[in-house]
């Protein structure tokens, strides 16, 4: 191999090289950002199990890697949007109403009203369980986004909300 062709393929793999570690860093650095507005957020509330049944249309959906399907429902007069699991064959394993109930030791005072909230995607999914993106407005934040908390089983766990 002449010396020109070395250059030229030591050039190529220090290039390579850079691409990769820049975007490692543009990873790392995006991740921190995503951790440090996920602290920001207002919450964690935990909302209530729901009975209801009759639900309507959904505002939104979105699936699951096990092809389970959440599924959001804004209910027009009602301040609490109801969240639903279904199966891919359509059966409900649980709905779960998402009350943004501020509670301060082991009373509640203050329950804020959400008229609009959309599920936009799964922001992270790990060994502990989801994180779904939501966007929403609220009466303590506006429009803004936030997160649904669900264990690795989907099961509903909290959600918080941006302020």
Known sequence: MTRTAKNF??????????VVLLCLGLK??????FRYWERTLKGPYIGHPCLETNLGLPS????LESADILEMYVRPNSAVPLLTLKSP????KWVHCLEARELTGASSNQVWAIHEMRLKGVAEASKSGYK???SCDWDNGGKENGLIYL???ASFEKFALGW
């Open 60 to 63: 939104s959906t979105l699936v």
């Open 151 to 153: 264990t690795r089983n």
């Open 28 to 33: 790392t650095f995006s991740t921190m950002q």
């Open 132 to 134: 779904i993106l939501v």
């Open 9 to 18: 393929a030591m050039g190529v793999a220090l290039a390579a090289a850079t």
């Open 89 to 92: 064959h359509g059966y409900t």
